[in-house]
């Protein structure tokens, strides 16, 4: 809409990349870098951003056989067998996927409870909950982990350092974030579609069940994820409380002192494209279903 | 908001038996809040605050003479931090420095990058969002690790500037101060495009339009409204990178050397190998608190106070 209103050179500014070069020659290379000079530095930071995984995916496919340094040749075999010879690899990414799942529903149901608390009501001593809940984001994970860790030895032989601390420890860190991302959700929530509802003589709790809590849910979906994720690739904190459960972030850092083996890149590299491709395909249903309506 | 406003009662209203049943309503629904609270809070308190305070009182005890590695008793010495400081200056100064330089860089990066996502992607937009975070479905460690192997002397990167003559033979890029800053920028980079985008995004054309009518070139116009007007995405972005990277130890783990291990290297290995968990308490306190003054100077400066 905007580029109807524009004029002149803003609206060549607005065609965004374009493929094919205008002129001849040189010329036409240097008008079309001139032109496209954006776009090239984009690329070239996306770039940026994929060497790595570029380089884990090639050696996920490489013929090592202790440590994965040095290319020896193309082979399939750690595809088809990822857990290797010990399946040290696939236990680590086993807890974690379980310290995962455990920690994120449970930071979702607290989180989510606590941005309607903020969100809905108006109560004493909103400020310091506020504080409490910002502090986590901004306290840098090492003091994080320390501190959780001088709690857990202080209570002497109570606790034993292992699965249970890594999930207290994630659900903590990953609390936060729920609440930030649910809260931001609620409050983009149209007011009159409940009043609607209540119009239309639903309780208290039918407008939540039936309308509030279907329209907040993509809110609590994308806290859950984001938890999974955070949890999922967490090493600080979790070095520091898991006594010697191995998680696959740990497992990744330890083993790089001898060299990483080609099963943890496959792991990598294999987990990278199946949460690209359900992502890329969250977005293909959802641009179908907006072309359809 | 509207539910309290909808069950508040209305004292004009006449009838005492209408009345008794929201205001009875009313007096539960005070407690919803509180009961809605609590177990999250709870959490955080117990495993968040408590240990926080924990620490603190940590941070001043003394190792018992003639005891084991480990055992500590409360003296309230202070001067813990003063040790703490001077022992580690160094280190603290590399966290400010890299975590700084990793800062400008991922903005130098990540500001066009955003800028050409917000403005010029058209219907990719979503697509290159998702690529922007996507980096982050694999490992942080494993990516990590990989910059290590790709900046390896044995690499096809240090291979190709030696064969170009940009870096002298013998020189190495792993285990260097910059690979280090590299690893940070590149970690970090997804945190300061995110909020810059964003409020690039919420720019009302018009104002660019405004300009360019008013005869600025493109170049007039960023700096003199595009830019400020995504002062606040830069601030968040700013901070979202610093903080996170001041306080990092596996950047410096995986691509540096001893002699460029920053503070977060140190609070690791006091407190998990060596057992000397005074010092890496003042340690975390004093980085926290220096943190917190460089974000307070930030935020002064750059006159975004809205944001906290």
Not at chain 1, 152 to 178: K, P, Y
Not at chain 2, 198 to 211: F, M, N, Q, T
Not at chain 2, 268 to 273: G, K, N
Request: glycine letters at 8%; proline letters at 4%; aromatic letters at 12%.
């Amino acid at each position: 809409m905007s580029v109807l209103t524009r004029t002149g050179p803003s609206r060549a500014r607005a065609v965004g990349c374009r493929r094919t070069p205008a002129g001849t020659g040189g010329h036409r290379i240097r008008r079309w870098l001139g032109e496209n000079a954006l776009c090239v530095y984009a690329a070239l930071a996306l770039g940026y951003l994929f060497l790595p995984i570029a380089y884990v995916t090639v050696f996920s496919f490489n013929d090592a056989k202790r440590s994965n340094i040095v290319w020896r040749g193309f082979t399939l075999e750690n595809w088809e067998n990822p857990c290797g010879a010990s399946g040290d690899v696939c236990t680590a990414v086993r807890t974690s996927v379980e310290v995962g799942i455990l920690s994120t529903v449970l930071a979702t149901m607290l989180g989510t409870l606590v941005a309607f608390a903020l969100q809905r009501y108006r109560f004493r001593g909103r400020t310091v909950v506020n504080v409490i809940i910002f502090m986590p984001m901004a306290t840098p994970e090492v003091v994080m982990g320390a501190s959780l860790l001088t709690l857990f030895l202080n209570m002497g032989g109570v606790v034993t350092l292992g699965f249970w601390t890594i999930v207290i420890a994630h659900v903590m860190f990953s609390l936060s974030f729920v609440i930030v991302t649910v809260k931001a959700r609620i409050a983009s929530l149209d007011a009159s579609l409940e009043e609607a509802a209540k119009d239309l003589y639903a309780n208290d709790l039918q407008t939540f069940r039936r309308v509030t809590l279907p329209l907040v849910a993509p809110g609590i979906a994308a806290a859950a994820l984001l938890a999974f994720s955070l949890s999922f690739d967490d090493y600080i904190v979790t070095t520091f409380n898991s006594g010697t459960v191995n998680t696959f972030p740990k497992y990744v850092y330890t083993s790089a002192q001898r060299g990483i083996p080609a099963q943890v890149y496959v792991f990598g590299a294999g987990m990278f494209y199946l949460a690209l491709l359900i992502v890329l395909l969250g977005e293909l249903l959802r641009r179908r279903r907006s072309r359809g309506s | 908001m509207s539910i309290t406003s909808v069950s508040r009662v209305n004292p004009t209203r006449p009838g005492g038996n209408r009345r008794a049943r929201p205001a009875r309503s009313e007096a539960r629904r005070r407690h919803v809040p509180y009961l809605l609270l609590l177990p999250g809070l709870l959490w955080l308190g117990v495993f968040f605050v408590v240990p926080i305070v924990t620490l603190l009182g940590t941070s001043t005890q003394t190792r018992v003479p003639g005891g084991e590695i480990g055992e500590f008793t409360q003296t309230l010495r202070l001067a813990n931090y003063w040790d703490a400081l001077s022992r580690y200056q160094e280190h603290f100064g590399r966290s400010v420095l890299y975590a700084g330089v990793a800062t400008l860089a991922a903005l130098i990066i990540g500001y066009p990058l955003a800028y050409m996502i917000a403005f010029r992607a058209g219907r990719w937009r979503n697509v290159l969002l998702v690529l922007v975070i996507a980096p982050f479905f694999c490992s942080f460690i494993l990516r990590t690790y990989a910059w290590r192997q790709i900046l390896a002397d044995e690499g096809t990167v240090v291979r190709t500037l030696k064969w170009m003559h940009l870096m002298p033979e013998g020189a190495s890029l792993t285990a260097t101060s910059f690979a280090v800053v590299c690893g940070l920028t590149y970690n970090f980079l997804p945190f300061m495009t995110l909020p810059v985008y964003a409020s690039l995004e919420r720019i009302d054309h018009r104002l660019l339009e405004a300009g360019y009518d008013l005869y600025g070139g493109p170049w007039t116009v960023l700096r003199r409204v595009t830019f400020p007007l995504s002062m606040p995405g830069v601030v968040a972005g700013t901070l979202l990178t610093f903080i996170p990277a001041a306080g990092d130890f596996v950047n410096a783990g995986l691509l540096g050397t001893t002699r460029t291990q920053m503070i977060g290297n140190v609070i690791e290995s006091r407190f998990v190998d060596l057992n000397d968990y005074a010092t890496a308490a003042c340690l975390s306190f004093l980085m926290m608190a220096v943190i917190l003054a460089l974000v307070l100077v930030y935020i002064r400066r750059t006159g975004t106070e809205e944001l906290v």
